[in-house]
């Protein structure tokens, strides 16, 4: 399929979409006063256009599925007008052809219990949560004792160039870094505007010239999988295969797992640490 067929594929199922979302709603639902008899269930075009604040002409148009554009902000006033949830937003962002939007109060939205405990489990192999800023939501032990997480490294990124352990373990750490920087860089175009994106790029800028000077290279990669190989003081050379999983009720959290590479002794290695470094005393 060509991409203006794709195109106009996607306006089709936008149509269908927002009719079928209004349809769902009734004057009432919006705290506005049923006037005269609806040949239709729900709501008119013409009411939706005035709760989103938007141009009748210009919300018939993009439920008929033309080719106009539209903002952010607008789909954002439509959604709450439609009352649609979170996966319904994303939805409507992508049919429009945005990128997906940062769900409402993620950056609040609290860890489960459920993804802690299986951070957990997957010790004594390190594991780490981090949001699409590279912010580290949950870290288990192995990831504090392996590469030296800690209790002031809130973003992973950020420890990479300022945490001197963390920074020291990691074998050819000048190689390693363009490629960190290239990762970041692909993860930051989903959302260009985001504040916190920004806020992110400028701290790191102000205390590291190493960072600057990569960032300014605008390279771009995104490894699927990777390797990462350390340097423990304690437990000696490390590799690990690295995997990372998005977390499917928040697709902007990610959940990276290290698991020791085989026939390099890292799992015997890092057993002996971990239970050294966990082990109750007599």
């Known amino acids: 399929m060509t991409s203006e067929a794709s195109a106009v594929t996607r306006r089709e199922q936008l149509s269908d979409f927002l ?69 319904e937003r994303a939805h409507l962002y992508l049919l429009a052809g945005h990128n997906r939007p940062q769900a409402a109060g993620s950056r609040e939205a609290a860890v489960s219990q459920q993804l802690r405990n299986l951070l957990d489990a997957w010790t004594p192999r390190p594991a780490v949560l981090r949001d699409r800023y590279w912010n580290l939501l949950a870290v288990n032990d192995a990831a504090r004792t392996v590469f030296g997480f800690g209790d002031t490294d809130h973003n992973c990124l950020i420890a990479f160039f300022t945490n001197a352990r963390y920074r020291g373990m990691h074998v050819q750490w000048t190689t390693v870094a363009p490629a960190v920087v290239a990762a970041f860089r692909a993860d930051a175009a989903h959302a260009p505007d985001d504040p916190e994106l920004t806020r992110v790029i400028e701290d790191l800028s102000a205390i590291s010239p190493e960072f600057t000077e990569l960032w300014a290279r605008h390279d771009v990669g995104v ?46 290695r890092l057993d002996r640490l971990v239970r050294a470094r966990f082990a109750t005393p007599a």
Not at 57 to 66: K, N, V
Not at 234 to 241: I, M, Q, R, S, Y
């Open 19 to 87: 009719r079928n979302r209004r349809a769902r709603l009734t004057p009432g639902d919006v705290g506005m006063a049923a006037v005269g008899r609806r040949r239709t269930p729900g709501l008119r075009r013409e009411e939706v256009a005035v709760l989103a604040g938007v141009g009748v002409s210009w919300y018939t148009w993009l439920e008929q599925g033309r080719d106009i554009t539209v903002s952010a902000d607008v789909l954002d006033a439509i959604s709450r007008v439609l009352r649609l949830s979170e996966p």
């Open 223 to 268: 490894p699927a999988q990777a390797v990462k190989a350390v340097h423990h003081p304690e437990a000696g050379d490390l590799l690990f295969d690295t995997t990372t999983l998005t977390v499917a009720d928040h697709p902007d959290w990610h959940l990276v797992l290290y698991n020791p590479q085989p026939g390099t002794g890292t799992g015997d």
